[in-house]
């Protein structure tokens, strides 16, 4: 097991953003976390990365705690999202160079080479990151996520900002470093359809709790309540958030 999430919980003043959730992840799995905005899932890998305490409850990553081995858990992990602040006077070299540093990479330059060019950016390895688009910041992005060969990799919204051709074509690019590694994936998203199509297993939070688990036909017969006979993700998404959105005005 990659990693153990025991009944975790986070509480911020009165509100609850992670409300005694467990799950686990196994070696390999593609996991999607999905729900609408404030539903807890970037708090959940916020805590998985040791960057916030729980108010409740364990993560074990690799057999280790979190909060007691943070730094060895690190070094085989790593995390990516396009909305991270890469230092923009650095170039793409220089700034995936400073985290190769931090994860030790062996070989750091052949490294950062190899995945600029299969992430379609090797052309921009000496452009500053003040003068990349968004969707280039993205693809910068997702080599950190791959500098360090990580055992897990957590994703949060891996293809925003990119347009649908190159989300397919980077989706592809993960599938594949994946297969090759056999890395284990947290696919935070609201992007129904890109976890529809690459995620093995999906769990799904609403108010800071899992209120489905399983596959994508399994979570889509559940919330639904209906015998489908193929996945239908973003209806799902809509048929929550649309839930949410009656809570609120009868509240």
């Not at 602040?85 to 994860?103: G, W």
């Not at 950062?112 to 992005?141: M, Q």
């Not at 055992?151 to 090759?180: F, K, T």
């Not at 209120?211 to 559940?222: Q, Y």
């Amino acid at each position: 097991m990659i990693v153990s999430v025991e009944r975790l919980t986070k509480t911020f003043g009165t509100f609850k953003a992670v409300d005694d959730i467990t799950f686990s992840l196994q070696p390999g799995e593609i996991v999607g976390l999905v729900g609408p905005n404030g539903a807890g899932k970037t708090t959940t890998i916020h805590m998985m990365l040791g960057l916030i305490s729980p108010s409740a409850g364990t993560i074990r990553i690799f057999g280790k705690e979190v909060e007691k081995d943070r730094e060895d858990v690190l070094q085989r992990l790593n995390f990516t999202s396009p909305y991270m602040a890469f230092p923009m006077r650095l170039t793409v070299l220089e700034n995936l160079a400073v985290y190769a540093r931090i994860y030790k990479v062996p070989d750091p330059l052949a490294r950062i080479t190899g995945l600029l060019e299969r992430f379609g950016i090797g052309h921009l390895k000496n452009k500053p990151v003040s003068r990349l688009s968004s969707g280039e910041n993205t693809r910068v992005a997702l080599c950190k996520g791959f500098l360090n060969d990580p055992e897990l990799l957590l994703l949060d919204e891996p293809s925003a900002y990119l347009d649908p051709q190159a989300a397919i074509q980077v989706r592809e690019i993960l599938l594949g470093l994946q297969r090759l590694r056999g890395t284990t994936i947290v696919y935070a998203s609201h992007n129904m359809r890109e976890v529809q199509r690459a995620c093995n297993r999906v769990i799904f939070l609403n108010h800071g709790r899992i209120i489905a688990s399983g596959t994508a036909i399994e979570v889509t017969r559940e919330i639904l309540r209906e015998n489908r006979e193929v996945p239908a993700l973003e209806e799902v998404f809509v048929h929550i958030a649309q839930r949410r959105r009656h809570e609120v005005i009868s509240h």
